[in-house]
């Protein structure tokens, strides 16, 4: 386990990073001994000083693609706050990241807080909506070589999100069972299923609810919860228009400049 000394400077590394758009060796070279549970606090260390308010959280490496992609082996969670949320009018400044990323995923919408020992069957209960949603993530880790502590320290690679204007009562889908394309301008660059999120992305929403648990996070009525992505991520350029549908769900778009 990591200092406190540690944690702190660990944490400052990853805020200049992302402040000044200059990636840092892997944590897990600087830090050979760092865990998972040092990770964590190191993430929530950095969430803690930022001014933007929690506005949900997001499961990461949820997806076997995205797992082999990432070298890791199991999921880890970040927050979202409310300078992270763009919408599909406003193009998104490609020069405000170091190697952004786009995701395709079923964006849930909570109308009741989330117990601590959650199971699918309450977090479908609590859940008021779905939405089609892409996420942007991005690396303060130097060409994104990360091992798992690296990643949840970044608060699970966070950069920003959009939810399109679709709203749909889980119930009345197949969550297990909704088709997903991912386009970036003319060419389709992934294709999957909601299946691809640990089988149901109920799943992962149930997980998140029990794992943020332990570091005295909960999630509440009115956060958004992305419970991992469909596809691959795929690479975003300046310029570059994504979008990702849904079969039922519809669709969402973000643009970059």
Request: charged residues 25%.
């Amino acid at each position: 386990m990591l200092d406190d000394v540690e944690l702190q400077a660990a944490a400052d590394a990853l805020r200049a990073a992302e402040r000044d758009r200059v990636a840092i060796p892997p944590l897990i070279t600087t830090y050979p001994g760092i865990g998972a549970g040092d990770a964590y606090r190191i993430q929530l260390l950095n969430i803690e000083r930022r001014s933007a308010a929690v506005v949900g959280h997001k499961v990461g490496l949820s997806s076997e693609a995205m797992q082999q992609m990432m070298g890791v082996d199991e999921p880890d969670y970040g927050h979202l706050l409310a300078d992270m949320r763009h919408t599909e009018d406003e193009p998104v400044d490609a020069g405000r990241y170091l190697l952004p990323r786009v995701e395709p995923e079923v964006g849930f919408i909570l109308g009741d807080d989330l117990p601590e020992d959650c199971t699918e069957e309450q977090a479908l209960a609590a859940t008021e909506a779905i939405a089609p949603a892409l996420e942007l993530i991005d690396s303060r880790i130097v060409e994104w070589k990360i091992a798992l502590a690296d990643t949840i320290a970044d608060n699970a690679s966070s950069a920003g999100f959009v939810l399109g204007r679709a709203r749909i009562d889980p119930r009345t889908v197949d969550l297990t069972a909704l088709p997903v394309l991912l386009h970036r301008n003319d060419e389709q660059v992934g294709a999957g299923t909601s299946a691809a999120v640990l089988g149901n992305p109920l799943v992962a929403v149930a997980w998140l609810a029990r794992t943020v648990a332990r570091f005295g996070v909960r999630l509440r009525a009115g956060h958004v919860v992305l419970p991992g992505s469909c596809t691959r991520a795929v690479d975003a350029r300046p310029g570059d228009v994504f979008r990702a549908e849904f079969g039922a769900l519809g669709a969402v778009h973000l643009t970059f400049k």
